[in-house]
């Protein structure tokens, strides 16, 4: 468990900065994806574990043209920019397990 404790510190730790920065639209979660794969691609390249995916729900949705949303996309995305909160899920291969990790961005302020 310390090596997924400190994936997580170090997600946490690294998008920080980035978090109040990026706007929720298409550019702004995939600069979140594409930071989370630069922190944890070393861990990968140095088998400290063996794979990793990263997933933002709302970048998938962002990532269709609007008037292909449907009423729940819509909403999910409205949601997220009102209460400025994105989840990010981070699956880790580590072992002979993969592990799970829900990061929520949010500024506080």
Not at 79 to 93: H, K, L, Q
Request: proline fraction near 6%; glycine fraction near 6%.
């Amino acid at each position: 468990m310390r090596v997924l404790d400190d994936i997580e510190f170090r997600l946490k730790a690294g998008l920080i900065g980035l978090v109040g920065d990026a706007r929720i639209t298409r550019f702004g979660m995939t600069r979140l994806a594409n930071r989370a794969a630069g922190i944890l691609g070393p861990l990968k390249r140095t088998a400290v574990i063996a794979d990793f995916a990263v997933t933002i729900p709302v970048l998938d949705i962002l990532s269709i043209p609007e008037s292909a949303w449907s009423p729940t996309d819509a909403a999910v995305v409205a949601t997220a920019r009102e209460n400025r909160e994105v989840d990010m899920f981070v699956s880790i291969t580590y072992g002979p397990a993969v592990h799970r990790l829900k990061v929520t961005l949010s500024p506080r302020f």
